[in-house]
């Protein structure tokens, strides 16, 4: 089992940067794929970006591909999602899952953190 936990969230304007980080518990973080997703009030959970055990292989919803990009550190148990060119539709609250591939299923959730992106 893994406990995961967000941060890094806040309010950016448009066309600007975050990178949000998501921190695991336990010592089996590398056994896991990671990924983010986001949602927002009466919308369903999207999927945005998955990563390998190894780090090696990413993957990305169509919507942020280019200025998304995923990344991971097993020796510091921590999957980042650095979002560039933020607009306001990408104000969502952000998720980060653990599971056994990147396209999915994802087993373990964090708690969330917002992302608001002005115009």
């Known amino acids: 089992q893994v406990q995961l936990v967000e941060s890094g969230g806040g309010l950016v304007q448009a066309g600007g940067s975050l990178r949000l980080s998501c921190a695991a518990s336990?010592?089996?973080?590398?056994?896991?794929?990671m990924g983010w997703f986001r949602q927002g009030p009466g919308k369903e959970r999207e999927f945005v970006a998955g990563?390998?055990?190894?780090?090696?292989?990413?993957y990305y919803a169509d919507s942020v591909k280019g200025r998304f990009t995923i990344s991971r550190s097993n020796a510091k148990n921590t999957v980042y999602l650095q979002m560039s060119s933020l607009k306001p539709e990408d104000t969502d609250v952000y998720y980060c899952?653990?599971?056994?591939?990147?396209?999915?299923?994802?087993?373990?959730w964090g708690q969330g953190t917002q992302v608001t992106v002005s115009s």
């Open positions: 899952a653990a599971g056994t591939w990147y396209t999915g299923p994802y087993d373990y």
């Open positions: 336990g010592r089996t973080f590398s056994s896991y794929a």
């Open positions: 990563i390998s055990r190894s780090g090696g292989i990413a």
